[in-house]
């Protein structure tokens, strides 16, 4: 029987078993196409039948997306609200509290002597809340230490004009009783009224939708407030010896030093909390604002309550 090599092999026929359709001999005929070859995960370069692998692999996820800046929301934006471009705070690694202290002085310097918001984003990254409790430590030191040096030159002083070593002597035990005694006040009450005045204005910085925390809010602050009162301390002593006059210059030097402490902080809220100078200045100058209203209206209560009594009085 010939064989034709168009007809079908028949199932039960064991005809074109094992044969290439694709071959000129013929064969049995795939009716779903010819198989597709498994992929291998390791090809073998030599193996006709290996499918091609993307000699790059597979792209990871989020491949070719920009990347993020870690510390974009920590930093100035590049020609943000300032309308100049300002530079991004880099991560700045711990260092040691000795070191730290070391160079607090140059800081001091830099931030007093060049006021403006880039100056204090610049230290912004060195915000560490062991040198904060550091430098409130400073504050109530150099307190202390100054009260007590201006108690003893007044006793010295006061025993030298009344020619008594006993009144000396008693007015400098009192002295030193009195800057013991400031010495717990202080330790309380600066570190107390220091966070107050910081939180509320933080609070107002993030109402003004502000982006800086309340660690690099103190940091920062303390940079221009720890000088400025030590100089403030300095001066207090030095014009307390100085009758009538030295009142007066005391004054005038705490009203100098006020307000450029506001036009630091002004800076330091820009700076912290990403702020247009408008809203910064509005964070630090509505506390002030309260409180001077809340002071006048308790001075007419009191002139109020004086007159009525003077007229009670005079009534009687």
Known sequence: MSWDPTQRAQPDSGQGQGQDPYSGYGGTQNPYGAPQPTPNPNPNPYDPNAQPQNPYGTPPPGYNQPA?????????????AYGYAAPQPQPVA??????????????YIKVITHPSDAVFAEELPKADWTMVWVQLGILVVVGVVIGLITGLLGSALTSAATGSANVGASLA????????????????????????????QYLLAKAFN??????????????????????????GALFGFIPVLGFFLSGLVSLVLLVYSIVLNIFQIKATHRLTGGKAAGVVLIPYAVLLVLGLLCAVVAFSLILSLLHSAAGQ
Request: glycine letters at 12%; charged letters at 5%; a positive charge.
């Open 68 to 80: 993020q800046n870690p510390f974009a929301n920590q930093g100035y934006q590049q020609g943000g």
């Open 210 to 235: 502000g982006q800086g925390t309340f660690l690099q809010q103190s940091y920062s602050q303390l940079l221009y407030k720890v000088p400025l009162d030590i100089i403030g301390y300095v001066a």
């Open 94 to 107: 711990v260092r040691p509290v000795n070191q730290s202290i070391q160079e607090l002085p140059n800081q």
């Open 173 to 200: 035990a009192f002295t030193v009783a009195t800057s013991v005694g400031s010495a717990f006040l202080r330790i309380i009450l600066i570190p107390l009224f220091f966070f107050i005045g910081v939180g509320i």
